[in-house]
């Protein structure tokens, strides 16, 4: 009779226990990008250029690392309601629709196995770690570069990419200003192509290697936190041409934000502006430029609570596709499109 009731108690328990793992995957677990430590990493990387590099002198560090014309700007209000709502958005809806990666590697493992016979099961080392950490994020930015060419270029994709490109300035929480369409057309693009270097990884090294994946990839990722959280940022950092041609820079992140002509469209790779420089993207500033953020065709009034970033792109992209709406010009320059930030 227990061992029955134990089996039941498994049963029941079972489901809760998956979603207790994906709750904790979502929130404080071994993604790609942990909210808290993006966060975090943007506030130490500005003390650091604080202390150490191009800060006016006698500025006190607040008004140097948050200015409040900027974290106080309405953009940026709406940016501090929308990833407390996103967030539970990602847990409860949107997260377990987005393609994983870790799952379609597994797959693809049992395949080559069927296929070339069982893997050799090596125990990884810390350079192989690496390495796969350093593949696996290539193909993760080459995901993301083909998801957000297709964002830019796609007027139905490009209602909902205006939810992110709709910020006046630009803080760290910026980054999670994303509609949730966004985060699964990219995901579609990401999962498949990480699933490569997984399932190569796990048929060499075996499946039961899921925590070593992570420790892969945060080893070669978390070093870009400190920098790459000020992506969106008013702190301007580039890495100047040569290396500009391999990574992205948080001052080319921000060009790619910028309203003006000769930036739209530029920069879309997340890591690696390698990817744009191949696919004819890249903007390599020659020297720090003032740049006006948000839309090219100006502040879109529509735009300017929690549930009209959700809910207006959803009336817009399929209002194109029966032919009931009919966007603005995206043309460039516009007065009514300032950023206080840069």
């Known amino acids: 009779m227990l061992e029955t009731f134990g089996q039941n108690l498994r049963e029941v328990l079972g489901p809760l226990a998956e979603w207790a793992r994906h709750c904790y995957a979502q929130l404080i677990g071994p993604n790609e990008r942990h909210d808290w430590l993006w966060l975090v990493s943007a506030l130490i990387a500005t003390d650091l250029l604080y202390r150490f590099w191009n800060r006016p002198k006698l500025e ?23 990833i407390f709502v996103d967030r539970l958005v990602m847990l409860f809806v949107v997260g377990p629709m987005l393609v994983s990666a870790l799952a379609l590697g597994n797959w693809g493992s049992k395949l080559l196995a069927a296929w070339l016979g069982p893997g050799p099961a ?47 300035v630009l803080t760290p929480v910026t980054a999670y200003r994303v509609h ?45 936190f400190l920098i790459g959280s000020l992506t969106h940022s008013h702190v301007w950092i580039s890495f100047g041409p040569a290396l500009e041609h391999i990574f992205i820079s948080p001052a080319q992140h921000q060009v790619h934000h910028s309203t003006a002509p000769q930036h739209l469209d530029t920069n879309l790779a997340q890591y690696f502006s390698l990817f744009d420089w191949i696919g004819g993207t890249l903007y390599i500033p020659k020297g720090q430029e003032t740049l006006d953020f948000g839309l090219s065709e100006g502040v879109d009034s529509e735009l300017k609570t929690v549930w009209s970033l959700y809910w207006v792109p959803l009336k817009r992209a399929f209002g194109l596709l029966l032919g009931s709406y009919t966007p603005l010009t995206n043309a460039p320059g516009s007065e009514t499109a300032k950023s206080v930030g840069a």
């Open 180 to 224: 949730p369409v966004e985060e699964i057309l990219v995901s579609v693009f990401q999962g498949p192509l990480q699933a490569l270097g997984i399932a190569g990884f796990y048929y060499l090294y075996g499946a039961d290697q899921t925590l070593m994946t992570f420790v892969g990839m945060n080893a070669v990722i978390v070093p870009y």
């Open 60 to 82: 006190a560090f607040w008004s140097y690392a948050a200015p409040w014309r900027i974290y106080s700007h309405p953009s940026a209000v709406l940016d501090y309601k929308f």
């Open 122 to 168: 090596w125990t990884p080392s810390l350079t192989a770690l690496i390495i796969f950490g350093a593949v696996r994020l290539l193909l993760f930015d080459l995901g993301h570069y083909i998801g957000h060419y297709i964002l830019h270029k796609v007027p139905f994709f490009w209602e909902f990419h205006k939810v992110h490109h709709s910020a006046e």
